[in-house]
């Protein structure tokens, strides 16, 4: 499971979002997993198999300022359509990315090879959370986005009912906080 703190945001999707959470009990908080002798990173971790973590999705993002330049984030995929990501990666103190700029790839297994098999596409809207502060102190509160994806993406490891393996996030029988969440992404292994 690809594991997202949430925060309430000015849009029908993450009005979805917001709901499920609320029909919980028990909701992670930033402050809950700070207090646990947290560093910045995270560290170890395993090789996934390609095509385990479905949702899982690599954002190049190109500042507008240099078109050589660009970071990478990732995201979760919401449906065919959105992607859920941190806002930071979209905008700061200085700048924000314009959609053009916003490239979401599906199905990525080795950022440095371009033919492992993943799908890209072009952005065409992206929102924050109203009350993300993007030059604060407290800017890890409400670090929230969504991207949407014009014509819709096609899922590499979706099967034909549009859920991926068990594993899926959002599969319908899932309890989101009971359990081990696993985190998903591009970095190292090793310290």
């Given amino acids: 499971m690809v594991f997202i703190l949430y925060s309430g945001v000015n849009c029908q999707l993450f009005d979805k979002i917001r709901n499920r959470y ?38 190049e993002v190109y500042w507008p300022d240099d078109s050589n330049s660009h970071g990478v984030c990732g995201g979760a995929l919401w449906n065919r359509q ?17 959609t053009s700029g916003i490239l979401v790839c599906i199905g990525d297994y080795d950022q440095y090879d371009a033919n492992d098999g993943q799908q890209c596409y072009d952005a065409n809207q992206w ?13 890890k509160y409400n670090d ?20 991926g393996n068990t594993n899926f996030a959002w599969a319908p029988n899932n309890n989101l906080y009971e359990g081990t969440g696993t985190f998903t992404g591009w970095g190292a292994t090793n310290p």
């Fill in 22 to 59: 609320k029909r919980n009990s028990r909701n992670a908080s930033i402050d809950e997993i700070e207090d646990r002798n947290s560093t910045s990173y995270i560290i170890g971790g395993s090789t996934a198999q390609q095509g385990a973590y479905p949702w899982t999705v690599r954002l």
């Fill in 82 to 98: 959105h992607v859920i990501t941190a806002a930071h990666c979209l905008r700061n103190c200085d700048r924000s990315v314009m």
């Fill in 127 to 139: 929102w924050w959370n109203e009350n993300y502060e993007f030059c604060s102190q407290q800017r």
């Fill in 144 to 163: 929230i986005a969504v991207i949407r994806i014009n014509n819709g993406m096609r899922v590499p490891y979706w099967g034909p009912n549009n859920v």
